[in-house]
């Protein structure tokens, strides 16, 4: 219970695309919002994207357009699709999950709020 696994991290170059898995063990995971942080070196962990239960989706800034989060509930699973990658994308993707009670897209960008985490999977972007 409450285990989180990502896969789908890899080398791309500037402009190609990758998509991020994260499959979870936790009972009852249409109730999670769901999300996905991400770490460059020397940085802080900073909100890519998040999926509240309904399946309303929240990007930052730094993405929009270019990520799309996704969920398969009947395969307890969230996606990360990444087109038009930058160099500036580069760091570890993590996958998080809050359970309920329900929060606002705005607290969902916030990862102090997440119940579970996975251990991450590198994205790196060269020039």
């Known amino acids: 219970q409450g285990e989180l696994v990502e896969s789908g991290g890899g080398l791309v170059q500037t402009g190609g695309s990758l998509t991020l898995s994260c499959v979870a063990s936790l009972h009852g995971f249409s109730t999670y919002a769901m999300a996905w942080f991400r770490q460059a070196p020397g940085l802080e962990r900073e909100f890519v994207a998040a999926i509240n239960w309904a399946g309303n989706t929240y990007q930052s800034d730094s993405v929009e357009g270019r990520f799309t989060i996704s969920r398969s509930d009947a395969k307890n699973t969230v996606f990360l699709h990444m087109n038009s990658l930058k160099p500036e994308d580069t760091a570890v993707y993590y996958c998080?999950?809050?359970?309920?009670?329900?929060?606002?897209?705005?607290?969902?960008?916030?990862?102090?709020?997440?119940?579970?985490w996975g251990q991450g999977t590198q994205v790196a972007v060269s020039s």
């Open positions: 998080a999950a809050k359970r309920p009670p329900h929060m606002s897209g705005v607290m969902l960008q916030s990862a102090r709020i997440y119940n579970y």
